[in-house]
């Protein structure tokens, strides 16, 4: 089963990209992920309208459309998600990519009430294309005070609300994407 994160932010060293560490890690454990790390910095995205053909809009539309889940993440920017997250959906093609796809979301903010006003909103927009935005977004407020400056989590609830947005994915992936065949398990069984 193939798994993707996707960062939200440019900075590869900030809170977001912290906190999705967190959840690739966990990803990472199972044999029977493929993990596959969207990074914005890696892609030429041309905003709506824009006609570049040095763009790797296409590049990124077939590395998405053959997942089973997808993991978003985004800090929370003047009350809503940020801006390259919403390029690369403008980016995914119409009908969208993500149409029928699983996704889970991740977001990071300052303040006191967390990334809730992004995710709403970052849910109605996955929603809007088709998506299938799981329950339980992960919403981490005052972030600063969450990692320190080596990136390390120093809150263990919030590390693990983390792996289990993880495992929450996985285990619905598993489920209702990529169910294992009845053989396989009566062969695993007979063992």
């Known amino acids: 089963m193939k798994l993707v994160t996707i960062l939200g932010s440019l900075n590869k060293d900030g809170s977001c990209a912290n906190a999705l560490k967190i959840v690739q890690s966990e990803l990472a454990l199972s044999d029977r992920i493929e993990l596959v790390k969207i990074d914005p910095n890696d892609f030429n995205l041309p905003f709506p309208g824009q006609s570049d053909s040095n763009s790797d809009a296409k590049n990124l539309q077939q590395l998405l459309s053959d997942v089973s889940g997808i993991i978003i ?20 093609g119409f009908p969208s990519v993500l149409s029928g796809k699983p996704i889970s979301l ?67 992936v598993e489920k209702h994407v990529c169910p294992k065949h009845p053989l396989e398990e009566q062969v695993r069984d007979n063992l």
């Open 106 to 172: 991740l977001g990071v903010a300052s303040g006191s009430i967390g990334a809730i006003k992004s995710l709403e909103q970052l849910r109605s927009v996955c929603s809007h294309i088709g998506a299938i935005v799981l329950p339980g977004p992960v919403s981490i407020a005052n972030v600063r005070s969450v990692f320190d400056i080596n990136g390390n989590c120093l809150d263990k609830k919030v590390e693990r609300r983390l792996k289990t947005l993880a495992n929450e994915m996985m285990s619905y």
């Open 73 to 92: 993440s985004t800090p929370e920017y003047h009350g809503s998600f940020s801006s390259i997250i919403k390029l690369i959906i403008e980016n995914l």
